[in-house]
């Protein structure tokens, strides 16, 4: 059974880049071995698979051979929840991780009103804020450990784990 090939519902990993449109073909681009997918249709030998795209799904049809199951009748509706689960952490991570950025451009053009030298006033920001982070991490280490941990289990939850 374990040994058979993929059928409808099942949960299954890429085993090499597959290519999603034509500049994919041309760029050596697509979707990255190891993106989990659920098997949506079978015809011969060939796999119709709603794969994980990062930040949303994209259908493709690959070669059985192309893919590894990873769980037996997972289902397409609970492949769908956690993909909804996955994206929404991803989503979460991202604007977690660009609000302060957003806040300065905010804030640099209000009192600007212009674009101009922005970038080396990011640059000087970020170097004058640096002695206060670490002092901050200095003065409640609980606080820097629980933050990384947080960032930790939601970049775990986003990315999974290292692919080798």
Known sequence: MWFSTPEVGDWVRLKRRTPVSF???LTDGGLPAGSRACVLGRTGSRLDLEVDAGWGSTRVSVRSH???VIRRGGGSEAFARRLRLVTTVRISLALVLIWPVLQFVA???WVNRTFEDIVPAFVMGVLDGL????EAAIAEPWKAVLSFLLFAVMGRIAFGPKST
């Open 107 to 109: 804030t640099y053009l």
């Open 66 to 68: 192309d893919v590894t």
């Open 131 to 134: 002695p206060e982070q670490i």
């Open 23 to 25: 500049s994919d073909h």
